[in-house]
């Protein structure tokens, strides 16, 4: 066996990739374990070997040193913590030497001074170390930056509360430079450039003090005209602080955070609370949603204090927040808009102190839940006694509302909630009086504790209907599951139906075009009898030619006989000229038994299509009565709001045909081609899930792609087919139907781990697309920087913004901003062009603009 250790030895010496050497020693590590302790090696060894098993050559050379001399396991691994480093850089400069003496030598000194969890603290360590030398995403450094703070928060840890985290750990420069590089990566900016140290200790000391002025540190915009709103936002140096406080108070409150709330936390947020609602609410009977609407007063701000109080203990701390409500800089509102857009009226604080205050109301909702699910008589007097529904509710609680559990079959009132920042959802599998029951006491806990206003005027509706319940900008409604023999019928009533408008179309065709040869070949009958001796004496047209006025020009005198001909036939009911020249104008003209065949043919698939046969309904009937039906959730993406949306931005007609967006022409070709990417890039991203997506992909390629190009065309004045041919691949971007599904999965391959976390990419992953037109050219009498926070670079063009709509809470999501303040509407903005291209597409959102950088 020693023989066969040193055979390997040297094999390992020849080999040059850390790679390869690291591959080969584990294989040979197992191998050998298993010889030498056999069946007898205990399970701890085993998967200590296992995590030893994973790392480099070192670790695998003194672990077999160990092995030959019989040095206990405890041993072997604190020499190998001590010697990681040298092994190292002996392997580093290809100098192997004994493991067996490498191990005698160090041994002794690694038990005296590390134990078995440090060295196993050093393994995860050093893995660490490893991944940090890769490339990270945007929102991976982000999560870095925030790692670090999050560390200084733990060290305040003491006697159960917080301790002198502004003294610690705000008003400390790191936090602050930590802080100000998540802002920039919000930003899209390069972290490496201006980094202003000076002022971080300037600041940090201001706040260490208490001498931070923070009425020196916003600006206002208002509304022009009798009625003015207001916005007060913070200054770039403001905002840092802010972020810095955002970040501490989301160490310190997250991991208590409850399982209902989605909003702005790791792992969790639209798509989680949606599927929530979708996949784990099973068979509810009643659902309601609450509007809130209240402005953060002295009342509200001070009930959130005093619940920080019971995990913080710092008055600076306290005094901060409070200078920040006295300058009316928090921008913290229940309801007023939809939160996570990206709007700048939301402060950076906003999230997470909603999230603490609405905390009270998730704790509360679990003790209705056990009220009325597990404790109350009332409702309860009806099921049966045969087990605790006390202790069903808790188990059902430990293993996360598990649907397959054996007492969940037992349970028929069950009370659910879902809350995204401030919009909730509440849903009830019970009789209608216990819906009532339980909304009413949820809505005067938000009004008498919480001190919310609340819209009473919201119902409790049945799931089991076609108009369904808005939730965050979405659509949710029951539907009956269709059998699969239900299904082959309506598909077959489907390819009837579409054949049948498929020759529907084929026959206005031809008549059309019958219609207007007959229109050519009248209007050449009229030229001809100009003429003597090509003129028919005997024609109608002949006869009728007398009454022409002398003068009359032909065509004039052709628009008179179509006119009284139209009279005649009582045409002006008609819809458009093409039903005038196909059933006024050709098919009197067409042989009788063609047009009875045809219009016998459509009489009898619209019999097929309407209505079922016999044969259908019993095999139906049959079929109900063996299996029931199920009812499904379904998620329905707003297209109805999306079309209006269409309508008013200019990118469709009333008609809704699509149409050139005016406001845009004025910009680059590429910037026009990223506007209308990047509305599509949204509906891909927020409506994919839904169960309607198939319309969504229909206004894809028939209104947004169609309106790019009709743009494009009125820029360079081509025809719009020159215009698909010179920008193709540019226009690429914005997929036609059949390209939706490749550019879906380019768009998921693309993405990096961190980017999908809605808790880093809050306000960005669901900021609305904005509408913005050329104001003028940058020239260097008037120059102007980029007014995204942290970019140094030069503006080249100034954008005004428009806004376009202010939705009432909640708001739909249909690609667009759905609340911008309107304070900023005509607000002229620098952007260089990497940051309008951002903006376009949805990297970076209105909050990264700095609106007071032009004084």
């Not at 590590?29 to 056999?38: M, N, Q, T």
């Amino acid at each position: 066996m020693e023989a066969d250790w040193r055979e390997e030895q040297t094999n390992l010496s020849e080999l040059q990739k850390p790679t390869k050497i690291q591959a080969i020693c584990t294989e040979t590590l197992h191998a050998r374990l298993i010889l030498v302790y056999g069946s007898s090696c205990s399970p701890r060894v085993k998967r200590t070997m296992r995590l030893l098993g994973l790392s480099s050559v070192c670790k695998a050379n003194l672990l077999k040193g160990a092995i030959l001399q019989s040095v206990n396991l405890t041993r072997v691994i604190s020499s190998f913590s001590t010697n990681i480093g040298k092994s190292a850089r002996r392997l580093q400069s290809c100098t192997y030497y004994s493991s067996a003496a490498a191990t005698n030598d160090d041994t002794d000194k690694g038990t005296e001074k590390m134990t078995l969890a440090k060295n196993l603290a050093c393994l995860v360590e050093e893995s660490s170390c490893v991944d940090e030398r890769k490339p990270r995403s945007r929102m991976g450094l982000k999560r870095s930056f925030e790692l670090h703070i999050k560390k200084r928060v733990k060290e305040q840890y003491m006697n159960g509360k917080f301790q002198n985290l502004m003294e610690k750990v705000i008003a400390n420069p790191d936090t602050l430079q930590d802080a100000y590089n998540c802002i920039r990566l919000n930003s899209n900016v390069d972290i490496s450039l201006n980094n202003d140290r000076a002022s971080f200790e300037t600041t940090a000391e201001e706040l260490c003090s208490g001498s931070f002025d923070v009425n020196a540190n916003t600006f206002s915009v208002s509304t022009k005209g009798a009625r003015k709103e207001t916005l007060v936002l913070p200054n770039i140096k403001l905002k840092i602080v802010q972020e810095a406080i955002r970040i501490v108070l989301e160490v310190v409150y997250k991991p208590h955070f409850s399982k209902i709330s989605h909003g702005c936390r790791s792992g969790r947020g639209h798509s989680t609370a949606l599927k929530y609602i979708n996949k784990e609410i099973s068979n509810p009977d009643w659902w309601f949603t609450f509007h809130i609407n209240r402005k953060l007063d002295a009342c509200v701000l001070a009930k959130i204090i005093s619940t920080m109080e019971d995990k913080i203990d710092d008055p600076m701390f306290y005094d901060i927040i409070r200078n920040m409500f006295d300058a009316q800089v928090l921008n913290l509102e229940f309801g007023g808009f939809s939160k996570g857009h990206g709007l700048p009226q939301e402060g950076v604080l906003s999230p997470i102190l909603i999230n603490i205050y609405l905390d009270l109301f998730d704790r509360e909702f679990y003790r209705l839940s056990m009220k009325y699910e597990a404790l109350d008589p009332g409702f309860l007097s009806n099921q049966d006694g045969s087990y605790s529904k006390l202790r069903t509710w808790f188990r059902r609680q430990l293993k996360g509302n598990d649907l397959n559990c054996k007492s969940e079959k037992n349970v028929s009132i069950r009370v659910h909630s879902c809350r995204f920042m401030d919009e909730i959802f509440c849903a009830v599998s019970g009789s209608k009086e216990l819906a009532l029951s339980f909304k009413c006491e949820i809505l005067n806990y938000l009004q008498n504790s919480l001190l919310l206003d609340v819209d009473n005027q919201t119902e409790v509706l049945p799931c089991e209907g076609p108009q369904g319940i808005r939730f965050l900008g979405y659509l949710v409604r029951r539907s009956i599951r269709e059998s699969p023999a239900m299904k082959a019928v309506h598909k077959l009533k489907e390819k009837v139906n579409l054949f049948a408008l498929q020759k529907q179309e084929a026959w206005n065709a031809g008549t059309i075009r019958i219609g207007k040869k007959c229109l050519g070949h009248g209007l050449k009958k009229v030229k001809e009898s100009e003429i003597k001796h090509l003129a028919d004496c005997n024609s109608i047209l002949s006869q009728i030619s007398r009454f022409r006025k002398a003068g009359m020009e032909t065509d004039h005198w052709y628009k008179l006989l179509l006119k009284i001909w139209m009279q005649d036939v009582k045409a002006k009911t008609a819809k458009s000229e093409e039903i005038i020249l196909s059933k006024y104008v050709a098919e009197p003209s067409l042989p009788q038994e063609l047009m009875d065949s045809f219009y016998e043919f459509q009489r009898r698939a619209e019999e097929y299509v309407s209505s079922e046969t016999a044969s259908t309904l019993a095999l139906l009937t049959n079929l109900n009565s063996s299996s029931k039906s199920d009812s499904i959730t379904e998620i329905i993406a707003p297209v109805d709001a999306i079309k209006k949306r269409l309508l008013r931005y200019g990118l469709a007609t009333y008609e809704g045909h699509p149409r050139t967006t005016s406001l845009l022409v004025l910009q680059d070709k590429d910037q026009i081609i990223n506007w209308f990417s990047g509305l599509v890039r949204r509906w891909l991203r927020w409506c994919s899930q839904c169960d309607n997506f198939s319309d969504v992909k229909l206004l894809i390629s028939d209104q947004v792609r169609k309106s790019c190009i009709r743009t494009l065309a009125a820029k360079y004045r081509i025809h719009e087919n020159e215009i698909e041919k010179r920008f193709d691949s540019q226009l690429s971007r914005i997929p036609s139907t059949q390209e939706i599904e490749q550019e879906m999965e380019n768009e998921t391959s693309d993405t990096q781990a961190f980017d999908n976390d809605e808790a880093l990419m809050y306000g960005i992953s669901y900021s609305g697309l904005c509408l913005l037109s050329l104001a003028r050219v940058v020239t260097q009498s008037r120059p102007c920087n980029c007014f995204v926070m942290g970019c140094p670079s030069p503006a080249p063009d100034v954008y005004t913004l428009h806004v376009m709509e202010r939705q009432k809470f909640p708001g739909w999501k249909t690609g667009f901003s759905s609340c911008i303040h309107p304070s900023l509407n005509k607000r002229r903005i620098g952007l260089c062009k990497q940051h309008l291209k951002d903006l376009y597409l949805g990297h970076i959102s209105l909050q990264s603009i700095d609106f007071g950088a032009w004084k």
